[in-house]
């Protein structure tokens, strides 16, 4: 080490001494009550150990003795073996045993023999059993094999403390992070070109340092150091792939040092090659399914006792059956939320719609079409239907006497690769099966893999159902808007009978008479033209076409008048204030026309009938009013405006819900008043429809 790094090195390991002195000092200022806790002993060590061995870096750096540097190494050694019991501890279940964390066995085992095999080597140099060149090469994968664990170990306690506990930990992972990737950085360098980097090497100690505040920060927010620790199957999972990814990864590297070695001038070439088809093959490992579910399998089934993490897995199931779009995708998320829990990669759903005896293919995945039909009696629907099992094809095929008289139907024994068949039972009714395909890893379809299907099933099941009821709302909704709008045009072609009705009666008296016969023409086409209008609406909705627009009352009220005089009936007609109101001349005709109508209706040929429009502030007002039988309160209250009442033994009570609904839908307001045997007042208040003759900028210029 030449001087300049030597100074170096001094100054950054003499900055990680005196930061780790000060966290043992800060530590303990806590008092002995904390110091007391198992955990927090651990933590004192680690600030300890980690002070000895920056003072051993440093007293190197300033002498250069190998024995200095020997016990600095085991004090390295000593250091990760302290940071791995105290990550260790957490993980380990409370003392009063309310936390049950499950620790892999595999973990503290391989902890303690890389922390074996370093102490191990130290003393093998120190009393000469090693070369330099052999220790140093060996420190080397030793080293980096201590990062990897500890970023493992890192890693599990972030994934398996709680959401809630996060923040009191969050400042420790992120040092501890921190520093064994730094670590990573320098052994695994030093693995690929046999040499340490000088300056990496120097700014270690310093590098440390600067986790050092960090640390103080964890202990301080959670001095107990107990955090609602429990592991997780995802966890372990997750742990054990980054531990075989290191192992991978070690073993290349020293392969690709022995070609390096070997190789002669094209050696650093054929280690490059090495190396980078090793990270494509491990990037390809781990984003195979294959190997995914493989290693899903074996963490459930050598690690912990049940196989599956069932709040993981129902919470994963319900988070699919929920993302999707539309009622038409839901059965394919079924299917992919059960073949997810055995690893399944097809699978295919089989529903049974109401009213219909037999189930049908309603939604498949990765599995072709199939247009067969099972019939609800048969022989699988009565075996599911009773037993509510889950049927196991594979188990089928080798002990056909387990599942008694179960024949299988021959469309299911063509499917391809066929595993798997989930009844979805609703209550005590089967509302479909789902069948998944054979699994990418082997599985052992145990009663806890049945009972995780069955339960799903169930849950599918309700999922299904409340779609289908959703679906049925719909479509009666549907008609019952239909049935309304029928109802509508059904009111009015009773007025156009009516009217052709009238004037067939006076055909009669009046057929010779050419006025009567060039009125009657005109009638008869605009019953036409009204009855095609209504079947317009019937087809493209209740909209009236056309768009809305400015209704002149006058004229409107001067043909109602014009009209009902033909009919021979008298309607004063009083216009204070020529008007232009929104909306459709058409569709506001026939309202005002209804309401005049029901006037009529309700009179004797003495009573009085009017017709008012006069302007009402910043709207237009159409009376319409009467002497004749009026309306209670009650009445007018609680039915005139709701559909199928009506005061008439003919009348279908359609035309004064149409009314207001029309009105309401300008802008406007419809006004009763009615007293029993003295008449009956209705105010129509309708939007004026505003035309101007000025232009916007002669405004502004007179601004």
């Not at 102490?119 to 000469?128: D, E, H, K």
């Not at 990765?366 to 699988?380: G, Q």
């Not at 007609?573 to 309202?591: K, P, T």
Request: with cysteine; glycine share 6%.
């Amino acid at each position: 080490m030449d001087m300049t790094s030597a100074s170096l090195s001094a100054w950054s390991f003499g900055l990680a001494a005196f930061g780790y002195l000060s966290l043992s000092a800060y530590l303990f200022s806590f008092g002995r009550t904390w110091r007391s806790g198992t955990r927090a002993k651990r933590m004192v060590a680690v600030a300890l150990l980690s002070t000895l061995w920056a003072l051993g870096n440093l007293l190197y750096a300033l002498e250069g003795q190998g024995q200095v540097l020997i016990a600095a190494s085991l004090a390295d050694v000593l250091k990760y073996g302290a940071w791995y019991a105290f990550i260790l501890a957490l993980l380990a279940p409370k003392d009063d045993g309310a936390t049950k964390a499950l620790i892999p066995s595999w973990l503290p085992a391989t902890c303690w023999l890389v922390l074996a095999a370093g102490t191990a080597l130290q003393f093998s140099l120190a009393i000469g059993w090693l070369l330099p060149q052999d220790w140093l090469r060996t420190l080397i994968f030793h080293g980096l094999a201590e990062a990897v664990l500890g970023l493992i170990l890192v890693e599990q306690l972030f994934r398996s403390i709680a959401e809630d506990s996060r923040w009191n930990v969050k400042p420790l992972c992120l040092a501890l992070l921190f520093q064994f990737v730094f670590d990573v950085y320098l052994f695994s360098d030093a693995a690929m070109f046999y040499r340490i980097d000088p300056d990496a090497l120097s700014v270690r100690g310093f590098v440390h340092a600067l986790a050092i505040p960090l640390l103080m920060l964890a202990t301080e927010r959670n001095r107990d150091w107990t955090s609602k620790i429990s592991l997780s199957q995802k966890a372990v999972f997750h742990s054990a792939t980054l531990f075989l990814a290191g192992l991978y990864l070690l073993f290349m590297a020293g392969v690709g040092y022995y070609v390096r070695y070997f190789g002669g001038e094209w050696g650093r070439a054929f280690q490059l090659a090495l190396l980078s088809a090793a990270i494509l093959l491990l990037g390809i490992l781990l984003v195979s399914g294959s190997m995914r579910a493989k290693m899903k399998v074996l963490v459930g089934k050598h690690f912990f006792r049940y196989r599956y993490d069932y709040r993981e897995e129902w919470l994963r199931f319900t988070q699919t059956l929920t993302e999707h779009d539309s009622p038409q995708t839901l059965g394919q998320q079924v299917i992919r939320g059960l073949a997810n829990m055995v690893e399944s990669p097809a699978g295919t759903l089989w529903l049974r719609e109401p009213g219909n005896q037999a189930y049908r293919q309603s939604a498949r995945w990765n599995l072709p079409e199939c247009a067969a039909e099972e019939v609800y009696d048969s022989s699988l629907c009565h075996f599911l239907l009773a037993s509510g099992w889950v049927v196991n094809l594979e188990e089928y095929r080798c002990f056909p006497a387990r599942y008694n008289d179960l024949d299988i139907p021959a469309w299911l024994s063509a499917l391809p690769n066929a595993w798997l068949i989930v009844p979805l039972m609703a209550g005590n009714d089967m509302h479909g099966f789902v069948i998944l395909a054979s699994s990418r890893t082997p599985i052992n379809v145990n009663w806890e893999v049945n009972d995780l299907l069955r339960t799903a099933g169930c849950q599918a099941a309700s999922f299904l159902a409340r779609m289908q009821a959703t679906e049925a709302l719909l479509e009666v909704r549907k008609f019952d808007a239909f049935n309304k709008m029928s109802a509508f045009v059904v009111h009015d072609l009773k007025n156009i009978v009516t009217q052709l009705s009238l004037m067939l009666k006076n055909a009669e008296r009046h057929r010779d008479n050419p006025e009567f016969q060039q009125d009657m023409l005109m009638t008869v086409d605009h019953a036409v033209e009204r009855m095609r209008q209504l079947m317009m609406q019937l087809r493209e909705g209740a909209t009236p076409p056309g768009g809305i627009c400015g209704v002149n009352l006058t004229d409107v009220i001067q043909r109602l008048h014009k009209d009902k005089m033909k009919q021979g009936r008298s309607i004063e007609m009083n216009i204070l204030d020529r008007l232009i109101a929104r909306g459709h001349e058409e569709r506001l005709e026939r309202v005002i026309g209804h309401l005049v109508q029901n006037a009529l209706d309700a009179t004797q040929p003495s009573d009085r009938v009017w017709i008012t429009v006069r302007r009402q502030n910043d709207k237009a007002a159409v009376e319409v009013g009467d002497t004749g039988y009026g309306m209670t309160q009650e009445f007018v209250r609680d039915r005139l405006f709701k559909p199928f009442q009506s005061t008439k033994e003919a009348g279908m009570g359609i035309g004064a819900y149409e009314s207001a609904q029309y009105i309401r839908e300008l802008g406007g307001e419809m006004l009763v008043e009615s007293e029993r045997d003295h008449g009956t007042r209705i105010v129509l208040t309708l939007p004026l429809f505003v035309i101007r003759s000025d232009s916007d900028l002669r405004d502004q210029e007179a601004a």
